[in-house]
């Protein structure tokens, strides 16, 4: 393990899912992290801190996680919501983009995780980071505003991009979402289960964010995605062998259009063939290339008290 000599990592939304988690490892390896939220805390700052004060001294990287979940099942998909899911990741990019090209000194990296729902949903194209992103749905177009917040970053600074799919991990995300009805053999695939899932386990998210903060030659696009690619009946079984259920019970596409309003509804029943062919190159190593190790991994039913 290299140990960092208490570099400041500055991460917008480290107190979600993946930030937490991304603390956790970076801060083991000596990185010494600053969250940026809405709510004070410990290790906290808030966002009203950074548009008044600017960075906080000798700041060497900053990471935006931060973002309203799109499948807040509690939250109707109305205009107002949409424009919270919007802001909380458009706003929260430029207002860290502003400070970083306000600071005198700069940080050496900017890394800003976006989603795969950049590319346009499909069962027979195939992306990889050189493929053209066309804004032909919401999810689309919010990635297309969201990248082009982080772009307006000065030139000084690396920019990193990474493009995540859904993030297999037992504290957040999906999984949260599924592991009840699925541990008590309610599971099942969703619409047809054709359509392409492309996933990562939260330990290699955050292991390609940390690997994007520590190597010079890292710039650009990023897919946040596992080389195994599946479909989301190829997930249901995964998942369910490895809680050791059935899952028979199959959700249909309408029920979902009618619940959640077809447009947030296609992130569930719509997806994208995605291959991480950047992060490969650049020789990141993945720690659950696979998905069935991935799945049993986040199968139990209560989340472990400490992280890996
Ligand atoms: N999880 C996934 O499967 C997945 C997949 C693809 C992309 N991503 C992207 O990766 C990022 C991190 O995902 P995550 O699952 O870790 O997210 P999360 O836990 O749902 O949220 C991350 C943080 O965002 C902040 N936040 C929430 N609503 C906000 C709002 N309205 N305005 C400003 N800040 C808000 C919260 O921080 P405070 O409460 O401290 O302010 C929260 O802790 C998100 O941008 C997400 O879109 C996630």
Redesign the pocket.
């Known amino acids: 393990m290299t140990i960092r000599t208490n570099l400041k990592v500055l991460i ?10 991304l603390g956790e490892l970076i801060s083991k390896h000596g990185y010494d992290v600053t ?5 004070p ?1 410990r290790n ?1 700052i808030c ?1 009203s801190d950074i548009a008044l004060r600017g960075l906080p001294d000798n700041t060497h990287a900053v990471v ?7 499948m ?1 099942f509690t939250k109707a998909w109305t205009p107002g919501f949409k424009q ?2 919007q ?3 458009v ?2 990019t430029k207002s860290l983009v502003e400070a970083i090209n306000k600071a005198q000194a700069k940080p050496k990296v900017l890394v800003v ?5 950049a590319y346009e949903p499909s069962e027979t194209n195939k992306y990889d980071e050189s493929s053209t992103v066309t804004g032909s749905d919401f999810f689309s177009r919010l990635t297309i505003e ?1 990248e082009g917040a982080a772009s307006k970053v000065d030139p000084s600074v690396r920019l990193v991009i990474i ?7 037992r504290e ?3 999984i949260k979402n599924m592991i009840l009805p699925f541990f008590l053999g309610l599971g099942g695939r969703i619409g047809s289960g054709k359509q392409f899932l492309p996933w ?1 386990h ?1 330990d290699d ?1 955050t292991g390609i964010i940390k690997f994007a903060l520590e190597n010079e030659k890292v710039v650009g696009i990023l897919n ?1 995605v596992s080389p195994h690619i599946v479909t989301n009946q190829d997930f249901t079984v995964s998942f369910a062998k490895a809680l050791n259920r059935p899952a028979f019970f199959p959700v249909p596409e309408t029920i979902l259009n009618v619940l959640l309003n077809p447009e947030r509804a296609m992130l569930l029943t719509k997806g994208q063939h995605v291959t991480p062919k950047r992060v490969m190159e650049f020789g990141y190593s993945y720690q659950y290339p696979n998905l069935d190790d991935a799945c049993k991994d986040v199968a139990h039913l209560f989340p472990k008290k400490t992280a890996n």
């Open positions: 917008g939304g480290g107190t979600g899912f993946v930030g937490k988690r969250n940026v939220s809405r709510m805390g906290n966002w935006n996680l931060a973002g309203q979940q799109f807040d919270n899911v802001n909380s990741r706003f929260t995780v976006t989603g795969v729902g969201w493009r995540s799919g859904v993030v297999i991990g957040g995300g999906m990562i939260v998210l946040g």
